[in-house]
């Protein structure tokens, strides 16, 4: 990721509208802030969230609250707790994620 003709700013989340997106199961809630080419969210998930899809996209993705399940296409599970994060670039392990407990993650991309 290279970060380029961004001026210095700072984001009250509080103020950032929410829009959902349904999973298999459950509900995720984004808020969502882009700066140029770059994608930055805090993302909440409802207990027994499941994606509806593999995600190829690349990320980084702090776990903030609850904990999150991501499950790699080759079979390798990752829970995320509080404090975890993990890193992964695009088109290099499709993953996707679940939470039994619900989660609350910021993300960006």
Known sequence: MQISDIPFGTTDWSTVPKTEHKGDTGL???Q????GKIRVRMVEY???YLADHW???G?????LEGALTTE???GRVFVLKPGMSYQVADDAEPHR???AVGAKLFIVD
């Open 55 to 57: 995600c190829v996209k």
């Open 97 to 99: 994620s679940s939470t």
């Open 28 to 30: 995720a809630t984004w």
């Open 32 to 35: 969502t802030c882009h700066f």
């Open 46 to 48: 409802t207990p027994g």
């Open 72 to 74: 790699l296409a080759d």
């Open 59 to 63: 990320h980084v993705l702090l776990c």
